[in-house]
Nanobody, 115 residues
Framework: QVHLVESGGGLVQAGGSLRLSCEASGSIFSINSMGWYRQSPGKQRELVALVTNGGSTNYADSVKGRFTISRDSAKNTVYLQMNSLKPEDTAVYYC?????????WGQGTQVTVSS
């Protein structure tokens, strides 16, 4: 079993910054990747950023240059630094952990960017 706990969401004005954190616990061996997805009302969940076990990163085009994903393996934690936030970044952000072909999800944290 894998347990993911997210924190750091909230309300921010356009142009501001937020930092999301996700701590993993439980059966967290043989991790393929950890990352962040988001979902806004009426839309499908989409990839925001991920980092593989080897340290490679992948970003959605819409956040490149503004968001940075990082991972502290010692703390089993992944971070998402979000800068220059836009109203269209408003969504519920979900932490994801992929292991042995399975996806595990956090409960989600709301990010709201006001214009």
């Amino acid at each position: 079993q894998v347990h993911l706990v997210e924190s750091g969401g909230g309300l921010v004005q356009a142009g501001g910054s937020l930092r999301l954190s996700c701590e993993a616990s439980g059966s967290i061996f043989s991790i393929n990747s950890m990352g962040w997805y988001r979902q806004s009302p009426g839309k499908q969940r989409e990839l925001v950023a991920l980092v593989t076990n080897g340290g490679s990163t992948n970003y959605a085009d819409s956040v490149k240059g503004r968001f940075t994903i990082s991972r502290d393996s010692a703390k089993n934690t992944v971070y998402l630094q979000m800068n220059s936030l836009k109203p269209e970044d408003t969504a519920v952000y979900y932490c994801n952990l992929r292991r042995s072909g399975l996806n595990y999800w956090g409960q989600g944290t709301q990010v709201t960017v006001s214009s």
